[in-house]
């Protein structure tokens, strides 16, 4: 089996994880980063780390008779936007927040609302997108000067592939629903699997009076049964949808995140590539998971984790102790700690500016909860400060 796994240089933590457990079922692998329209065949399996490069993986199929992915898939997939409209149009409108992609004043929503460029995701924070506004007024006040225009011809970003894009207004759900993230597998028969799901704690950043940005400072696997019902009734039969009408297979799905909320559940953010949850629990069973599930033989899931930033005390590190065994807990995108590194307040797992997580997994939840905090204890004991 030849493997072609597309990606870019910057998620090469996704890269490292699919490729090492490809090549632990004997499979060849090739990657490529840049470069797409070089791309030598034919491959037996294509893979893409990044849902922005699913397109090129369409083309590359149809030229090479694999069918795991239309051109019409890819294109519903890589835009939010368009991918909102096909879960309206195949009876899932109810799950989906109120979007447009406004070309004059009059189209923008009212209430909270958030920015999303329509192909490519981030937490960069930019002061426009990706980031939510308290009203209408805020948001137009923030906005470029030639927004309108931008959003009538759309643009290409070089970052995602340069595939056309445009600005999508979409309602901001409430910072209070509970926030619950289901990952899943499809097989080469179009056969789907719920692998595990976890859920999220978010807090809100606010930028000023004008904007601010919600994300997840903690993220947990949970059982099936701690999921509220009204939820988890949506699960399989998202999916199912996906898989009958999109006829996709041999892919991830990480998400979406489905908000509940008043009694009301709302879903966002379907990432067709696979997630960091599956790349923690591919480590935190010792490498074996993510190729037990792409051979169709899933080994169970004998520990749970937890994901969270570490909060350490904001201030510039004088001296730091030796602490290499703890490294094991940090995540792949964690910032290094050293003398004269200024430790800065942190909003959420992802944050671009500054950022420190603590990846910590265990049997039962109460001793992985008293674990973390172990860990995050004896670490901040490590610092002395200036």
């Known amino acids: 089996m030849r493997n072609l796994i597309l990606a870019y240089e910057r998620g090469r933590h996704r890269i490292d994880v699919m490729k090492n457990a490809l090549e632990s079922l004997g499979q060849s692998v090739i990657v490529v980063t840049d470069n797409f329209d070089d791309i ?23 030229k090479w008779g694999i069918n795991n992915l239309s051109i019409s898939a890819a294109e519903t997939l890589t835009d ?7 879960c309206t149009k195949i009876g899932l409108g109810e799950l989906v927040p109120k979007s447009v992609i406004p070309t004059k004043e009059d189209d923008v929503l009212s ?12 937490t960069k924070f930019n002061g426009f997108a990706y980031t939510s506004f308290f009203n209408k007024r805020d948001m137009l006040d923030n906005a470029p000067k030639d927004f309108f225009d931008i959003n009538r011809t759309g643009f290409k970003d070089p970052a995602f ?28 028969d179009g056969e789907f699997k719920r692998l595990f799901t976890v859920k999220l704690l978010t807090r809100r950043t606010n930028y000023g009076n004008t904007k601010f940005m919600v994300h997840p400072y903690w993220i947990e ?30 892919m991830f799905l990480s998400g979406p995140d489905y908000y509940f909320y008043d009694g009301i559940v709302k879903m966002i953010d379907c990432n067709p590539r696979i997630g960091q949850g599956v790349q923690i629990m591919d480590k935190i069973h010792d490498g074996k998971y993510l190729s037990s599930v792409i051979s169709g033989n899933p080994i169970e899931i004998k520990k749970n984790f937890v994901w969270g930033f570490t909060e350490l005390k904001p201030g510039k590190i004088k001296s730091i102790a030796d602490h290499s065994h703890l490294k094991k807990h940090f995540s792949e995108t964690s910032h290094e700690l050293f003398s004269g590194k200024e430790i800065l307040d942190q909003n959420n797992v992802a ?25 995050r204890k004896e670490l901040q004991d490590c610092i002395e400060y200036d």
């Open 221 to 250: 696997t949970i059982s099936f049964d701690e999921i509220p019902t009204k939820v988890s009734q949506y699960f399989d039969t998202f999916v199912e949808h996906i898989v009958d009408v999109l006829d996709v297979k041999n």
């Open 80 to 86: 939010k936007k368009k991918f909102d409209d096909f």
């Open 40 to 62: 030598e065949g034919p491959f037996d399996r294509i893979w893409s780390i990044s849902e922005s490069l699913l397109p090129i993986q369409a083309q590359l199929e149809l």
């Open 111 to 122: 209430g909270n609302i958030i920015v999303k460029p329509t192909v490519g995701s981030g």
């Open 351 to 375: 944050d671009s500016i500054y950022q420190h997580n603590l990846i910590v997994s265990g049997k039962e939840k109460p001793d992985t909860l008293e674990a973390y905090r172990a860990i």
């Open 161 to 188: 592939n340069n595939v056309l894009g445009y600005y999508m207004v979409q309602e901001a759900l409430p910072e209070h629903a509970e926030v619950y993230a289901p990952y899943y597998w499809i097989n080469g």
